[in-house]
Structure formats: C-alpha cells, structure tokens
C-alpha cells in the first residue's frame, strides 16, 4: 500500500475531537468557533503535505501540489468537514483527508503529475444551519445567489451573510469564487457510503454510478387556534391533524416508486400548549430520487395531496421552496479509473448509486465527476455511531491514490 494508513486514521481521529457535542458526536456547524478550529488543523495537514494552501471568500479551503504543466486543469479531490446535529467523524472528513493523504504521499514519493492536483475542504456541505447546503461547491462555480446569503437564516434568525461578515468574510468578493470550469480536468470525491450495500457485498469500496436528485420543501399550514375542552371535533380547523394526514399521504407516494424516499425531519406547532388545538404547523419535506422525471412526478402528487387534505379540512397552506438539486450522473472516464484502481487491488469492482447528496453533484456541473464508496458499519450515518473501519478507509484512499495518478497523468 502506497498511502500511510496510519497517519490517515490518525488525523481522522484527531480532527473528530473538534466539535464534540455533550449529547453525543459532533456538532460542527458552518461559520462557527469549531469550524474554525477544524479548518486551522486541516490546513495544518494540508502544509505538512507540502501543499500550497489558501481560502477563498466563501470558505473553501484549498491544497495544491503543482503538476509538470501548472497550465493544465488540474485533478481536483474533495469533500467537507461541517457536520449535521450530532453527527459522526467521517461523513465529509474521510473525503478531505484521503485527499490530503493522497497527496501527502506523492510528496513524499517525490512524484510530479502531469496535471496538477488539488484538495478542496468544501464549506457549508450539510446545510444543517441555514437549511440549505452545498454552499462552498454552490459558489464555486458561480451558482450561489444573493438571495440565499441573505434570505437562508437558522434557528436563531441569523442569515448566512450575517454569520460570514461575523467571521470577516467580505459578502462583495464571494463573487470572485467562481473558478473558471476549464482549470478543472476532474472531480473526485470519496465518501462513506451511508447504505448497506457494500457491507451485504462484504466489499470494502465501491464505485458511484450517480447521485440522487434532492427537494427540500417547507409546509405552513394555518389553521384555527382553540380551547382543547371546549372546542367540539367538528368544529375544529387543526393544522396538525390536517399534518398527520399528509404525513402518511407522502409515505404512501414514495412505497408507489422503485427507489423514491420521502423525509420528514423538521415539524413544529404553535403556540405549542398542551390543552391548545395548534393555529399553524410547520414541517420540512426532503424528497430524493435518481431519476428527475420521477422526482419531479411525485412532488406534483405531493402538492395535490396537500391541496385536497387542506381544502377538505378548511387548513390555509403555503410550500415553499428551500433546496433544489438535480440528479447527476458520474462520468464513464473517471468512473473507469475507479474501476480499473479496484480491479488493481484486487478488489471486486461493484457499482453503487448515492442516495445521498454530496459536493461531486454540483461540481458535476462545471466538469467530469466521479465518487468512491467506503463501506459504512450497519450503515449508519449523521450518528455518532457512524463508523468506517481503519483497513477500509485505508483502501478507499489507495483507490484514490491510483485513480488520481490515471487522470492527472493523462496528456
């Protein structure tokens, strides 16, 4: 094995100690004390891996070892380290340090590529925050709007723009992010894979076919507030009864496909007494699927379900828009470096879709994209049972190691 194993599970370990949460795992929210601290030892593994290492006005943090050509696109290896609400160590982190130990490696190997190289630790991949994610990848190739900064808030009322210009980013200059997309040859991102697939396989890796299409939704429904003992059944104008429906509506839609899920993560009532029939019910709604044709044919039966429960229980309701990203497809070149990189160790190749979304489906927009899988005990995720074994992620970052030395040799 090219790639130092040990040192690898080592700042692994060591970066998952920041933002530790009394409740469990870690909470490592964009623009805030842990992120900064997480990004101030990244950039030290970044340096020590001999790396040109600088940021740029939304966050992203970037490691660069030139090629023979610095001319030339370069390879471009990524992922993030913000984490959801009580989280693990590894989704987004084991992409960003198999990177930087891929390049650790070549650095010391004393080994030059064609292409350069570069790692990119992505900020804001979650979207745990502000309810909206990919903000990093989003601006990097000029796809963040105004709007987002200012409109997406979290739970306290604090906008993204606000959180950035707390934390001395200058709002004016997250324009220049956008990267011209002919500097970039590729995109690798390796990941866990957050499924059972490869664990059922008993395989180590596997190699992405495509990332799912995401919706995220909210839903206001307003209804009548009124006393719990004096207010007859029928009578009543409940927003969260109405909710109840809808909530089991959506279960029913995603059981009619071959691969859509339907998430309620987020549901809330007000004013929130005990004895009080709620006035208004908020809920999110995250709707996934390979396919857009069929991702965009049940969200129109989702809007008709909610039409016909609110019209026929007398319920006002409002959907609006939080996140949209479309599907996307990983590309036959990287995916066959991939391919031929497990096929060298020996390895079973096995293709595998995400039924996550990940940085790679926007980068997917500007060049060629292509995931690796890393097998994911039980295949829990956004957990602190999260887990990825050392011999595992040892492998995944050997793969990368061989598909990077493919692409970024390539005349």
Request: proline share 4%; charged share 25%; net charge negative.
């Amino acid at each position: 094995m090219n790639i130092n194993q040990e040192r690898l599970w080592s700042n692994i370990q060591e970066l998952g100690q920041i933002g530790e949460d009394p409740k469990g795992g870690i909470t490592r929210l964009s623009f805030t004390e842990s992120e900064r601290e997480a990004k101030k030892l990244v950039k030290q593994y970044m340096e020590n891996a001999g790396l040109r290492v600088w940021e740029d006005a939304i966050g992203n943090l970037f490691g660069r070892k030139e090629g023979q050509n610095p001319k030339a696109p370069a390879v471009m290896i990524g992922s993030h380290i913000d984490s959801v609400f009580n989280g693990g160590i590894f989704d987004g982190p084991a992409g960003v340090l198999t990177g930087i130990e891929v390049l650790h490696t070549l650095h010391e190997q004393n080994k030059t590529t064609i292409h350069p190289v570069e790692v990119v630790s992505f900020t804001d991949e979650e979207g745990a925050r502000f309810s909206t994610g990919m903000l990093g990848s989003s601006a990097l190739i000029g796809q963040l709007s105004d709007h987002e900064l200012t409109e997406s808030i979290d739970q306290n009322g604090v906008s993204i723009a606000t959180a950035m210009e707390k934390f001395g980013y200058n709002l004016s200059e997250v324009k220049d992010v956008k990267r011209d997309p002919s500097t970039i040859k590729g995109y690798l991102e390796l990941h866990i894979e957050q499924g059972k697939i490869l664990e059922q396989e008993n395989l180590p890796v596997g190699i992405v076919s495509g990332i799912v299409g995401v919706t995220w939704l909210k839903v206001k429904l307003k209804g009548e507030a009124g006393h719990a003992g004096t207010t007859p059944m029928w009578l009543r104008k409940d927003p969260l009864a109405a909710a109840a429906i809808i909530l089991t509506k959506l279960e029913e839609l995603a059981k009619l496909q071959e691969r859509t899920v339907i998430t309620v993560g987020r549901i809330s009532a007000e004013p929130g007494g005990v004895n009080i029939i709620p006035s208004e019910v908020e809920f999110t709604i995250d709707l996934r699927d390979l396919s857009m044709e069929v991702l965009q044919k049940v969200e129109k039966q989702l809007h008709e379900e909610i039409s016909i429960v609110c019209n026929t229980r007398e319920i006002e309701f409002v959907i609006e828009d939080l996140h949209r990203l479309p599907s996307a497809i990983c590309s036959d070149a990287l995916k066959g470096a991939i391919y031929d990189s497990v096929s060298e160790l020996g390895i079973k190749p096995i293709e595998l879709p995400s039924g996550a979304g990940h940085d790679a489906m926007i980068m997917s927009r500007a060049s060629e994209m292509g995931m690796i899988f890393v097998r994911s005990k039980d295949g829990i995720s956004h957990n602190p049972k999260e887990w990825s074994d050392k011999e595992d992620l040892g492998i995944g970052a050997e793969v990368l190691y061989k598909a990077v030395l493919k692409l970024a040799n390539e005349e």
